[in-house]
């Protein structure tokens, strides 16, 4: 039986309380009840959505503890009224395939999209509808939700957006920025960091919970999906002077890092992984750097974590407080450091790893899923929990079993891809990557966390790059089908 999620005082659960009732006192109520509990929920009675996106936050949050020093009271209590996914992976270390991913329920294999450009909605949206696919927010506005949106939901602004959506709050940028940056002068990235602006009420993401907190505050006669999409700690790495004052940049715990990390790996991973224009670790330290690095990208993460109470806050004083699931995640993680890099666009565990929290009525409170999901699965389950009709194309898989504690046989691995050609396949216990050139990394992710040992090339390895290659193969073929 499908997972049906019943909100608290509704007419439907009322009744299925009533009719539990009569089947204690006799079975021959069985059946009715079992035919009563399969009958779709309706538009009235299904819960509403909020969607809250963070873009390049990695592991660096209370309930994952990536780093001790991190600042994230909001995201910690949202923890603490659901479930944490410990192990979660984004299927493409880049802001537009990512969320194309995410959007779509189809792997960017699938999709055929390895660059923004093909993330964007303009593009997106044919290529869905030609695999016949439908993108999360128009399932959902199909199946009478009214949806709202605001921020970085999609990498880019929406076409003809007041046809796609009850109400659209507008794309935010990456600004403001100063007319010269602090740090790291390059134009070839966005990467820089230090104290600017001086106005809060400047920042896009301000403005996002704002739009946030007037939507909760709207009284409506139908189920909403309300996306909050917030950009920082996304480069550049500036916020108001107050953040950047709760860190102090000689008391701050470097993130792990060896100089000579990068000496096993095949020549094709440095080429994969060159990212030309942006600072490396060797420079960071012998500038001086890097503690200021770390204290930028904390004082984003608790930035953005405040704008994330805002919108939570309103949630609870609202009338929707008892009905609304919410989840949270990040498009992708980040290395700020690790890997001599500070980047994303790798298929490493920094640049994959993400938070995922569900949270809302039905759902158990301060528990964690240490299973590998990814962020491919986050359209199913929505749907699931909403008792929504699936998507023949969707290719990730409801987390509604994982939530209810059902303990379903789920280790098949999570595919991530880099560009075109490489892949990787993250389980439990390790981590494989493989180039277009068929040149491989393999990693113990239970004795090596911080993959530092390629063990590729050993001969005892064989027979797991076999199975894991196996499991990659078949996630591949899934894609193609």
Not at 137 to 146: K, S
Not at 165 to 176: I, T, Y
Not at 209 to 231: N, Q
Not at 260 to 265: P, R
């Amino acid at each position: 039986m499908s997972f049906k999620f019943v909100p608290p005082g509704s007419n439907l659960k009322v009744a299925a309380l009533a009719l539990r009732k009569r089947l204690t006192q006799s079975s021959v109520f069985a059946v009715a009840l079992i035919a009563f509990l399969e009958v779709p929920l309706t538009a009235a009675d299904r819960p509403n959505v909020l969607f809250i996106a963070i873009d390049d936050l990695n592991d660096w949050v209370g309930p994952l503890k990536g780093h001790p020093d991190v600042k994230t009271p909001n995201i910690d209590r949202l923890a603490k009224r659901g479930v944490t996914f410990t192990d979660a992976h984004c299927q493409f270390p880049l802001c537009g395939p990512s969320r194309a991913s995410l959007m779509s329920g189809m792997h960017p294999d699938t999709l055929e999209v390895f660059w923004h450009q093909g993330g964007k909605p303009e593009n997106l949206m044919p290529r869905v509808a030609e695999l016949g696919g439908v993108l999360l927010d128009q399932h959902f506005r199909n199946n009478g939700y009214a949806v709202f949106s605001r921020g970085k939901i999609y990498h880019s602004g929406h076409p003809n957006a007041k046809k796609y959506f009850d109400e659209w709050g507008g794309h935010a940028g990456f600004g403001p920025k100063p007319k010269r940056k602090f740090a790291w002068d390059s134009d070839f990235t966005q990467t820089d960091w230090g104290v600017f602006p001086d106005d809060v009420t400047r920042m896009p993401d301000y403005q996002t919970a704002e739009f946030g907190v007037r939507k909760l505050g709207e009284a409506r006669d139908k189920p909403f999906l309300l996306m909050v999409g917030f950009v920082r700690p996304h480069v550049p790495w500036y916020t108001p002077q107050k953040w950047f004052d709760r860190f102090d940049p000689d008391a701050l715990q470097m993130p792990p890092y060896r100089s000579d990390d990068l000496d096993d790996l095949p020549p094709m991973s440095s080429e994969i992984n060159r990212m030309p224009g942006s600072p490396t670790t060797e420079w960071a330290k012998e500038s001086g750097e890097w503690k200021q690095i770390v204290r930028a990208y904390l004082a984003c993460v608790n930035f953005v974590d405040e704008q994330v109470g805002k919108v939570l806050d309103a949630l609870d004083e609202s009338d929707y407080a008892d009905e609304t699931i919410v989840v949270l995640w990040s498009d992708h993680g980040y290395h700020i450091g690790e890997k001599n890099r500070f980047q994303k666009h790798s298929l490493w565990e920094r640049s994959t790893h993400v938070p995922v929290i569900l949270a809302g009525p039905g759902i158990p409170q301060d528990d964690k899923c240490d299973q590998v999901v990814g962020l491919i699965d986050i359209a199913p389950t929505l749907a699931d929990l909403c008792d929504l009709p699936p998507n023949k194309r969707w290719e990730g898989r409801s987390l509604a079993p994982l939530l209810r504690g059902s303990n379903p046989k789920w280790d098949r691995g999570v595919l991530t891809t880099w560009k075109e050609g490489n892949h990787a396949v993250t389980t439990e216990r390790y981590r494989l990557l493989r180039y277009h050139d068929g040149t491989k990394e393999l990693y113990d992710r239970e004795a090596d966390p911080n993959e530092w040992v390629n063990l590729a090339e050993r001969s005892e390895s064989k027979e797991v790059i076999v199975e894991l290659g196996r499991r990659m193969d078949s996630l591949l073929g899934r894609t193609r089908e």
